[in-house]
């Protein structure tokens, strides 16, 4: 197998781990927000209907929908939204420099997230299983 066929044949699959691992690390934000797990003394003090606990909630489901790869394209899209105003809003200000501001995260995925809303699921998403399903 040469370099391209190798490409080709990881390249979905590769897609999809990225997918996963960028949705489990937000569901992680978002149910320390929620539930309070895991244990973190910043983010487990959010106060019901506040902005963060809102965005918790689009973590949380947003992350959920991700991992199982539904509806990608427009749930990424809109993380990816969040995550640029949770950079602007609480990190920005700060400072103009992310590594200063604590923002790099907050930057990174959002970019993730607009890829993902552009690229897709990859091969190991409900979105990819409901084409094969169809017939696409």
Sequence with gaps: MNLDELRTTWEPRLL??????????????????????????????????????????FEFIGGTLLLLGLFTGPVAFILSGEMAFAYFIDHAPRSFFPLLN?????VLFSFVFLYLACAGGGAWSLDALSKRGRGA
């Design 16 to 57: 999809s781990v990225l997918r996963i691992m960028a949705a489990l690390l937000l569901i992680e934000y978002g149910t320390a927000k929620l539930f309070g797990f895991p244990e973190h003394k910043f983010l487990n003090e959010v106060p019901a209907f506040s902005l963060f606990w809102f965005a918790a909630l």
């Design 102 to 106: 604590r923002g790099d995260l907050a």
